[in-house]
């Protein structure tokens, strides 16, 4: 496994080694062992999650504010960008962010650590995101962040896609800017 350490610390770009021939290809998509070396962590994941999403969808920026998670998050069908963005405060880097594209041809993994906002674009026609979470999943301490507070900044590949406006949930329409966004304890 190749790992991309990225301008987070703790979130870092995973790429499995794949073996292709013109049958096709296999990979090891998670190997405990290979992924407590590449993180230096030994983690627990105690749910796997899986949407669906077509062109223009975007998600998050979500978080728990109990019960945190981590994320391991890939691309099984289709194309997104996906983005983490810091919430840890005092973190050297709180409120900054990094993005990468997960895809079907890339085989990319992103690994979110706890204490991190989560979002993604869809950028292909659809896209299937699987997902692997440290803690279950909390609705009463779900929070968003919104997606385009201009205090983080995020540059989302819009117009690169062919996308005027971004598909929202009414939850993620409302979400909070980060100076107002309740964050962990």
Known sequence: MHVTPTAIAGVLI???????????????????RGFAAATDSDIDFVQDNHSRSRKGVLRGLHYQLKQPQGKLVRVVNGAVFD????IRRGSSTFGRWVGVELSTDNHRQLWVPAGMAHGFLVLSDTADVLYKTTEYYAPEHERCIVWNDPAIGIDWPLVAHGIESPLLS??????????????LA
């Open 170 to 183: 009414e939850k993620d329409r409302l979400g909070s800017c980060l100076a107002q966004a309740e964050l």
């Open 83 to 86: 983005v983490a963005v810091d």
């Open 14 to 32: 995973l790429e499995p080694r794949v073996f292709g021939d013109d049958r096709g290809f296999f990979m090891e998509s998670y190997n405990r």
